[in-house]
Each structure stands twice: as C-alpha cells, then as structure tokens.
C-alpha cells in the first residue's frame, strides 16, 4: 500500500477574522473567519441570501465591511 503525498500548502493569501456587513437592520456577513492559500481553489457555497457575493465584494473592496479584519497578500484592507 502507498501511502499519499500531503500537498503541501503555500503561503495565505487572504485571511479574514470576523468580518462583519451589515445594510441596515438585515446582517449580511456575521463573523465570516476564513485562510485562502497559495494555489489553493476555493468555492463559496451557500443558498440565496446568504452572503456568498457580500463576502466576495468586501474582499476585492467593491463594498467595505462594518468591522473585523481583510488582509490580502499581506496588506490589510481598511474601509
């Protein structure tokens, strides 16, 4: 039997702690916690309503976030 390889990961990319959006009363995002490495795909599930294009646009700064913290390839993202 052999064994399997570990991939190994690459450095992170994007880290998010406890992002926070809110429009009004309706919370669009409530403490989204998240690590993107190099190399690495990730896919944002998640029914209607639920965040998945807030949470994209707070991370390439089309709408900023109400609180927590985006960093991007080293540089935190300050709205």
């Known amino acids: 039997m052999q064994k399997k390889e570990k991939k190994q990961i690459g450095k992170e990319i994007i880290t998010t702690s406890e992002v926070t ?3 009004g009363r309706f919370q669009a995002l409530k403490g989204i916690t998240a690590k993107v490495y190099e190399q690495e795909v990730v896919v944002v599930l ?4 639920s ?5 994209i646009r707070t991370l ?16 935190e993202l300050n709205d």
């Open 60 to 75: 390439n700064r089309l709408e900023p976030h109400d609180s927590g913290t985006i960093i991007v390839d080293g540089v």
């Open 21 to 23: 959006k809110s429009f």
């Open 46 to 49: 998640g029914p209607s309503g």
């Open 51 to 55: 965040g998945k294009s807030t949470f």
